[in-house]
T-cell receptor
Framework: KQEVTQIPAALSVPEGENLVLNCSFT??????LQWFRQDPGKGLTSLLL?????REQTSGRLNASLDKSSGRSTLYIAASQPGDSATYLC???????????FGSGTQLTVLP | GAVVSQHPSWVICKSGTSVKIECRSL??????MFWYRQFPKQSLMLMAT?????????EQGVEKDKFLINHASLTLSTLTVTSAHPEDSSFYIC?????????????FGDGTRLSIL
């Protein structure tokens, strides 16, 4: 059974800092990995999707890397802003039903 | 594109009431829709996978007689929480996968916050 772990559970940084969020998964046989953002009481916003054959994806100040063999992914946020404050979820698609398994998230607070 | 609308966004009702939540794909056809539940401070847990025109597949531990799922068309799936109790209070989120891009990404609705008194 696929399990996804995210570290740290919470992170507080001053504005302007670069930061890294970590995600690990137990079964490396994945189709893809996604990073989502969730604001309090809201749904999910997809940030980046990395296919299993890819090593990284970039969108603006966000860069996500994938090391499938070791079961790890990182989300790098450059020059953080207060508007980046949210919970960031990592999810992997795997299994015969191609289901998404989510991590428990990292709650990020960027202080002005 | 790829917008998923979920309704209602928030509902409060008395214990014993049945509640229906709708999930619609607005600008694409979805052969498969997924229903997730999220308790406070926890991540999303898949409840069931819904395929148009067939019975839903429920995850282990999810009561299919309590959480009724209907996927009658390529743009609509509904989740009915029957005889809801306070322990069913949670955030329910649906997602949909485009028809024709069977292995494309899941597009998520904005969620429904259910509070049972």
């Amino acid at each position: 059974k696929q399990e996804v772990t995210q570290i740290p559970a919470a992170l507080s940084v001053p504005e302007g800092e670069n930061l890294v969020l970590n995600c690990s998964f137990t079964d490396s046989a994945i189709y893809n990995l996604q990073w989502f953002r969730q604001d309090p009481g809201k749904g999910l916003t997809s940030l980046l999707l990395i296919q299993s054959s890819q090593r990284e994806q970039t969108s603006g100040r966000l860069n996500a890397s994938l090391d499938k063999s070791s079961g790890r992914s990182t989300l790098y946020i450059a020059a953080s802003q207060p508007g980046d404050s949210a919970t960031y979820l990592c999810a992997v698609e795997s299994g015969s039903a191609r289901q998404l398994t989510f991590g428990s998230g990292t709650q990020l607070t960027v202080l002005p | 594109g790829a917008v998923v609308s979920q309704h209602p966004s928030w509902v409060i009702c008395k214990s014993g009431t049945s509640v229906k939540i709708e999930c619609r794909s607005l600008d694409f056809q979805a052969t498969t829709m997924f229903w997730y539940r999220q308790f406070p401070k926890q991540s999303l847990m898949l409840m069931a996978t819904s395929n148009e025109g067939s019975k839903a597949t429920y995850e282990q531990g999810v009561e299919k007689d309590k959480f009724l799922i209907n996927h009658a068309s390529l743009t609509l799936s509904t989740l009915t929480v029957t005889s809801a109790h306070p322990e069913d209070s949670s955030f329910y989120i649906c997602s949909a996968r485009s028809w024709g891009t069977e292995y494309g990404p899941q597009h998520f609705g904005d969620g429904t916050r259910l509070s049972i008194l």
